[in-house]
């Protein structure tokens, strides 16, 4: 199975800071990326799939790169409505998920 | 609008079976695969299986082979997963999720760009 290291697992930040969280593949996959956010007690929502193209709707400030091993989504300035959970997703073999990143209130 | 709405979650005890059913609408069903993704108590996502469009192949992660069935009902627009043989660590929410494409065996599933709301299933004595 793929394994999905994901770090930091909080992240501390104030409004309008710049944030990354990266997320490293056991073994390579290629471009077979995704990234949620989820807010508590709700669904994860799709923000970047492919490793870098954005959804739709998602606001420009998400964006993603990587391919391979490595991993990272940032955020370019932190907003009141993005502190939430995220979570990596591989979907090269089945699918497995990061750990989860905690983007809380500094 | 696609809209998933997952149900049939409760209580049970170890051993205990439960149904789980997703209604679906706003989407052409049959065209897409479908997954369960479940979410343990505090935890973080757990995908559990998956099911292409015709319902013809179905995957299933290592933790609930044996134990779970996924299945479809393309005529009502109705994803489902059978749960036999519930375990403690069973205890999660699940949810369905509808991928953004139908599968190619031998991967299922891709991404997922809708969900459902969740269901809580909870097993204990």
């Known amino acids: 199975d793929i394994q999905m290291t994901q770090s930091p697992s909080i992240l501390s930040a104030s409004v309008g800071d710049r944030v990354t969280i990266t997320c490293r593949a056991s073994q390579n996959i290629w471009t077979s990326v995704a990234w949620y956010q989820q807010k508590p007690g709700k669904a994860p929502k799709l923000l970047i799939f492919k490793a870098s193209t954005l959804e739709s709707g998602v606001p420009s400030r998400f964006s993603a790169s990587g391919s391979g091993t490595e991993f990272s989504l940032t955020i370019s300035s932190l907003q009141p409505d993005d502190f939430a959970t995220y979570y990596c997703?591989?979907?090269?073999?089945?699918?497995?998920f990061g750990q989860g990143t905690k983007v809380e209130i500094k | 609008e696609v809209q998933l709405l997952g149900s049939g979650g409760g209580l049970v005890q170890p051993g205990e079976s439960l149904k789980l059913s997703c209604a679906t609408s706003?989407?052409?069903?049959?065209?897409?695969?479908m997954s369960w993704v479940r979410q343990a108590p505090g935890k973080g996502l757990e995908w559990v299986s998956a099911?292409?469009?015709?319902?013809?192949?179905?995957y299933y992660a290592d933790s609930v082979k044996g134990r779970l069935t996924i299945s479809r009902d393309n005529s009502k627009d109705t994803l489902y997963l059978q749960m036999n043989s519930l375990r403690a660590e069973d205890t999660a929410v699940y949810y369905c999720?509808?991928?953004?494409?139908?599968?190619?065996?031998?991967?299922?599933?891709?991404?997922?760009?809708?969900w459902g709301q969740g269901t809580l299933v909870t097993v204990s004595s």
């Open positions: 999720a509808k991928d953004w494409r139908d599968c190619d065996s031998p991967q299922c599933p891709y991404y997922f760009d809708s």
């Open positions: 099911i292409s469009g015709s319902g013809s192949f179905t």
């Open positions: 997703q591989q979907y090269y073999s089945h699918s497995t």
């Open positions: 706003g989407f052409t069903f049959r065209n897409y695969a």
